[in-house]
């Protein structure tokens, strides 16, 4: 049987500006790995688009990232954390759009 | 430090034809329960949209399905399943809309 994950899923995605240039990817990329050491983050998963592709399956985004809390306030503590407002500070020059799913437990 | 979750994260969205009735939300709960006994999923959750607003979240949606695996032939299988095809073939009329988002490990 699959394990149940935590309460509180945060699941982003960010489109980049283009052209996307290895120098952005790896700026982008040790500043992720940064962000998930917020100790309130339970489980995390730093993603690129895999390669299926379906009508319903979108894979336009650059990359995404999925955070799981125990509970909404663990969140909270997350979203004004300052090293999450850092990486917004130095990454958001990076980002065309951004479009966050919050999810909880049925 | 939190856990990395496995490397195949499949996360799908489901915006139901409105209205939205209690029996509808039952067949579909009880449905969703069935689908991730499959097993090649390692980690699930089912979610409905958290209590968060801001402009960047999207909680427009009725139902969100994770599932991860520990690699993309594991989630062929999952797609192929006799549980997942009839979890179609019973739930489809329930959906208007389905996005699908596909992510592997950075």
């Known amino acids: 049987m699959a394990k149940q994950l935590n309460y509180f899923v945060h699941h982003v995605f960010f489109w980049f500006n283009k052209p996307?240039?290895?120098?952005?990817?790896?700026?982008?990329?040790?500043a992720l790995k940064k962000l998930v050491t917020i100790e309130t983050i339970v489980e995390m998963h730093l993603?690129?688009?895999?390669?299926?592709?379906?009508?319903?399956?979108?894979?336009?985004?650059?990359?995404?990232?999925?955070?799981?809390?125990?509970?909404?306030?663990?969140?909270?503590?997350?979203?004004?954390?300052?090293?999450?407002?850092?990486?917004?500070d130095e990454c958001s020059d990076l980002w065309e759009n951004v479009v966050v799913y919050d999810s909880v437990t049925i």
Chains 1, 2 share one sequence.
């Open 20 to 30: 996307v240039s290895k120098k952005d990817k790896e700026r982008f990329e040790a």
């Open 47 to 88: 993603g690129v688009p895999a390669t299926t592709r379906r009508e319903v399956v979108d894979r336009s985004y650059t990359y995404s990232l999925l955070t799981t809390f125990k509970n909404k306030e663990d969140q909270d503590i997350y979203q004004n954390h300052p090293i999450h407002l850092k990486f917004i």
